[in-house]
T-cell receptor, first 114, second 109 residues
């Protein structure tokens, strides 16, 4: 079974802090993704990566950056946390970008910025 | 713009059948996915459709009509554990997933 793990289930940070969210997958997947999920909205793509050291902006990259130094690990960084970044953050991975390949999700990190 | 529409919430009775609809308007189409998400948990993959027609997988079936931009997820013999949100997502021409907001399904005894 594919396993995607995230460093924290719950996180509380103060406005202006730098925040690191880590994601690790154990199935040698090429692609990794960071989403945020807010009530009443679909998952929104922040960044994705299709190879080590490669990254692509998603729909809402502002205020975020990412790092992928190893194939299995994809980190999301909030440079200076703001209250509007309070959300559920979901990491996902998939074997390939091809049509039929589903994404496997981690358990999520619920981030609260006060 | 790209858009996926699904009902916000549905209620059904244990043992019954429920159909959750999804309509989409996307730039290109490379398949449609259904995911299940229990409260506080990660989404998990349920089904994938790329050709028109019905795909059956146990108690769950998924239908696709590409010409109508329409899909549904059919859940039979509902169980209390089926209470969850059901997410519809379409892969667009860039192979990126466009997600609906999800349908919260409430099962009553």
């Amino acid at each position: 079974d594919v396993k995607v793990t995230q460093s924290s289930r719950y996180l509380v940070k103060r406005t202006g802090e730098k925040v690191f969210l880590e994601c690790v997958q154990d199935m040698d997947h090429e692609n990794m993704f960071w989403y945020r999920q807010d009530p009443g909205l679909g998952l929104r793509l922040i960044y994705f990566s299709y190879d080590v050291k490669m990254k692509e902006k998603g729909d809402i990259p502002e205020g975020y950056s990412v790092s992928r130094e190893k194939k299995e690990r994809f980190s999301l960084i909030l440079e200076s946390a703001s209250t509007n970044q309070t959300s559920m953050y979901l990491c996902a991975s998939s074997l390939d970008q091809g049509s039929s390949y589903e994404q496997y999700f981690g358990p999520g990190t619920r981030l609260t910025v006060t | 713009g790209q858009n996926i529409d699904q009902p916000t919430e549905m209620t059904a009775t244990e043992g019954a059948i429920v159909q959750i609809n999804c309509t989409y308007q996307t730039s290109g189409f490379n398949g449609l996915f259904w995911y299940q998400q229990h409260a506080g948990e990660a989404p998990t993959f349920l089904s994938y459709n790329v050709l028109d027609g019905l795909e059956e997988k146990g108690r769950f079936s998924s239908f696709l009509s590409r010409s109508k931009g329409y899909s549904y997820l059919l859940l039979k013999e509902l169980q209390m554990k089926d209470s969850a949100s059901y997410l519809c997502a379409v892969k667009d021409s860039n192979y990126q997933l466009i997600w609906g907001a999800g349908t919260k399904l409430i099962i009553k005894p």
